[in-house]
């Protein structure tokens, strides 16, 4: 079936400092991925969403600057938080698509800013 | 704008036992698709089961099953027998045809107990 590699499971940053987070499909191409954020014990809250060579859609109240997404190619697409700061931590979640395919989720990747 | 509602933030049964979670949804579209996702304690996001609207059977997965009520738009999950592993957040999901973005209810958590 599909899989949807992310990296890292989880980060600690100092405060002020950037951080990546991965998201591949190994096994199909995945024309759009998706970003989420997951407070505890809430639902998903979708960030952006984000196809193969186009710049990212992002939800109201998602600052762009802050949350910077590149979908490069049909298999990654990364998250970068920029200038990351103790309310930026959270579970970040990632998903792809494949044109006319269903959803398979990442793993997620908790992340902690300190 | 949809909607997804689950009126039900937390459920415990016995293992074995039957539970039915609940869901409402909120949509002015006649073409759309419902889902019920499972989020174990790792939070591995895991589709359990989908139900495209135009369809008037229920869809069944082993034990897991829906109650499609379209007019009333109400999407409620059965779980028979259920098992420790059944022990997880559970999330109604909406996506209109057409559309790339998943809308998700708040979560109920389902705990079995031994």
């Known amino acids: 079936g599909a899989v949807v590699s992310q990296h890292p499971s989880w980060v600690i940053c100092k405060s002020g400092t950037s951080v990546k987070i991965e998201c591949r499909s190994l096994d199909f191409q995945a024309t759009t991925m998706f970003w989420y954020r997951q407070f505890p014990k809430q639902s998903l809250m979708l960030m952006a969403t984000?196809?193969?060579?186009?710049?990212?859609?992002?939800e109201q109240g998602v600052e762009k600057d802050k949350f910077l997404i590149n979908h490069a190619s049909l298999t990654l697409s990364t998250l970068t938080v920029t200038s990351a700061h103790p309310e930026d931590s959270s579970f970040y979640i990632c998903s792809a698509r494949a044109e006319g395919g269903g959803y398979t989720f990442g793993s997620g990747t908790r992340l902690t800013v300190v | 704008a949809q909607t997804v509602t689950q009126s039900q933030p937390e459920m415990s049964v016995q293992e074995a036992e039957t539970v039915t979670l609940s869901c409402t949804y909120d949509?002015?579209?006649?073409?759309?698709?419902l889902f019920w996702y499972k989020q174990p304690p790792s939070r591995q996001m895991i589709l359990v089961i989908r139900?495209?609207?135009?369809?008037?059977q229920n869809a069944t997965e082993n034990r897991f099953s829906v109650n499609f009520q379209k007019a009333a738009k109400s999407f409620s999950l059965k779980i028979s027998d259920s098992q420790l592993g059944d022990t997880a957040m559970y999330f109604c999901?909406?996506?209109?045809?057409?559309?790339?973005?998943?809308?998700f209810g708040q979560g109920t958590r389902l705990t079995i107990n031994p």
């Open positions: 984000s196809n193969e060579g186009s710049k990212a859609t992002y």
């Open positions: 999901a909406f996506m209109k045809q057409g559309a790339q973005k998943l809308v």
């Open positions: 139900q495209e609207a135009y369809k008037q």
């Open positions: 949509t002015s579209e006649s073409n759309y698709y």
